[in-house]
């Protein structure tokens, strides 16, 4: 059985994760550094020890704030929580899994990323710049890894129903993308058995308004 661990498993998406991975039989464990369901462990009891095949990672912020106007300590956190935090936990698991990948061992990395990954938007420079950055860091790796039997993917989409798109203002919520629907496609990427992997997702709305 395919066993997936999900980090940021209390979030919007996170928890649509949960759910649909679960709907699919699979063995999931849910991780979050601020856990708001029983079924999701703190992020620091995550054990460097126990073995995954998939990893899904969605930690992010995002702030809506004139570049101008905004100072260090902001651009510190939207690089944090989009960023750094991902590349410390991806590095820390491929660190520890290093004799494994070393002798074949086939591991996927799914890191949500957003369409600000491919195009800066006004009053978002640092949630922005976070993601480009974390697109980089993937194709890196893949370079790195190419060899290996190690693999990441970054699932990109469009404004999503949630607390964060609540920040967004002057756009129709009926046009968002669900939860639900995100999840859904993502796990149809981990539930694949065949021999292709996809490197990047890019999951728009269908109108934008």
Known sequence: MVKVAIFGAS????????????SRSLEIKGFSRNPKQVE???????????????YIITFGSFEVTPFVESNDVKLEIALEDNFLSVARMIRRILTTRKDEITEGAKIDFFVVGSTSSYKGFANTAHYCAA???LRGLLES???????????????????MKSKMAEKILNQDESTFLSAGGV????????????????????????VVR
Do not use: H, P
């Open 141 to 159: 790796l893949n370079e790195e890894y190419a060899s290996k039997n190690v693999r990441f993917c970054l699932f990109s989409m469009g404004t």
């Open 183 to 206: 999840a859904r496609r993502l796990f149809d990427l981990i539930d694949s058995e065949d021999e292709g992997f996809q490197y990047e997702v890019i999951l728009k709305r269908r």
């Open 131 to 133: 993601k480009f950055a």
């Open 11 to 22: 979030g919007d998406l996170g928890s649509a994760l949960l759910r649909e991975g679960r």
């Open 40 to 54: 999701v462990s703190n992020i620091q009891d995550f054990y460097d020890g126990e073995k995954f095949d998939k």
